[in-house]
């Protein structure tokens, strides 16, 4: 097929890309900012630009959206824009195009309210409960990508829950840096159950929803490794990897969410793009349970994740030991 994807010097993008190349597809990216695969068509801009947009899916046969800004805290108006608006621009434009199959990357957390989720479905998005301007607009994104699905163009909601692997700088990257500082701690008993998913699964499922998106239709499904643990055991065997101690610090749950909304309105008041220490939002992934029924989700796309818990962190403790 011919592919545009979106957002591909991302962790995911990167690995989508090298998948759909390898077994012949012919690939075009739009992307802010030049990649290194060698192979592809790239647009350089923003999905913010209409025409940019109009130009890189010209002749596209599917597209797979991971275009997003992607943090903790900050603006409203950046969230609207890029993860809103962005996928506005890209499904109309796809529709126009007439592309045939179209997969757009969100998350969990559209339909995560707080609560612990346990064998949970892919439950519709939900904007007005879901935490944190990134969350909400992730949610927001969905249904615009979801209400742009047709006979003529299917559109896959994919939710790929806490992908990880060697050269992630989000989970991975944030949590040995804060191990390596001394500022990581296990929210609540660290017991609550979590499940993740490896790089490779991601983007493996991604490209099975693209293959089966006509047999599939409009809709949304999670995808993890099916594996939950108990968070301080993830948490743990990402440290042992990078060679670092285990961390010692604990903070009840309930104090970890308080002190968690008062920093997210420092950060506000004070317009910081850092990272927080503490989110509300970061508190309940740490402190409540959710994982996933993914039954399914296995079903409709015909896969399942190669790469187990395991070897994914013997592969990432390689990978350290190499850089």
């Known amino acids: 097929m011919r592919v ?35 192979g592809v068509v790239e647009h350089l801009g923003d999905v913010t630009d209409r025409s940019t947009v109009e130009r890189a899916v010209e002749r596209a046969e599917a597209v797979i959206h991971l275009a997003a800004h992607v943090a903790a805290t900050g603006p409203w108006s950046r969230f609207a824009t890029t993860n809103i608006e962005g996928t506005r621009n890209v499904t109309e434009a796809a529709a126009s195009a007439g592309v045939g199959r179209f997969i757009h990357v969100s998350s969990p957390s ?40 047709s006979s003529v163009m299917p559109v896959v909601a994919v939710r790929p829950h806490l ?15 804060r191990a390596r500082s ?25 490209v099975a929803a693209l293959d089966h998106a006509p047999s599939i239709g409009t809709r949304a499904l999670v995808v993890t490794n099916g594996q939950p643990r108990p968070v301080r055991e993830i948490i ?6 990078a060679g670092l101690e285990p961390p010692r610090i604990t903070v009840p749950y309930r104090v ?46 015909q896969w399942e994740p190669e790469v187990s818990l395991n070897e994914g962190f013997r592969r990432l403790r390689t990978w350290f030991e190499s850089t």
């Open 4 to 38: 545009l994807v979106t957002g591909s010097t991302s962790l995911i993008g990167r690995h989508v890309v090298r998948r759909l190349l390898e077994r012949g597809d012919t690939v075009w990216t739009l992307q802010r900012r030049p990649g290194d695969e060698p």
């Open 256 to 301: 970890a969410h308080a002190g968690g909304r008062i920093v997210e309105q420092i950060w506000d008041r004070r317009g910081r793009d850092d990272d927080p220490p503490m989110t509300s939002f970061l508190a309940e992934q740490l402190g409540t349970a959710h994982w996933f029924d993914q039954r399914e989700t296995r079903r409709v796309l």
């Open 236 to 241: 743990d065997r990402i440290v042992a990897a």
């Open 182 to 206: 001394g500022r990581l701690a296990i929210v609540g008993t660290g017991a609550a159950l979590i499940d993740t998913t490896y790089i490779d699964n991601a983007a493996d499922a991604l």
């Open 110 to 149: 559209v339909a995560h309210g707080g609560a612990s989720l346990v064998g949970a479905a892919a439950e519709p998005a939900d904007p007005g409960n879901a935490h944190g301007p990134y969350a909400r607009s992730k949610a927001m994104a969905e249904i615009v990508a979801l209400d742009a699905g």
């Open 163 to 177: 992908v990880w692997g060697p050269g992630d700088t989000q989970l991975i990257g944030r949590i040995v840096d």
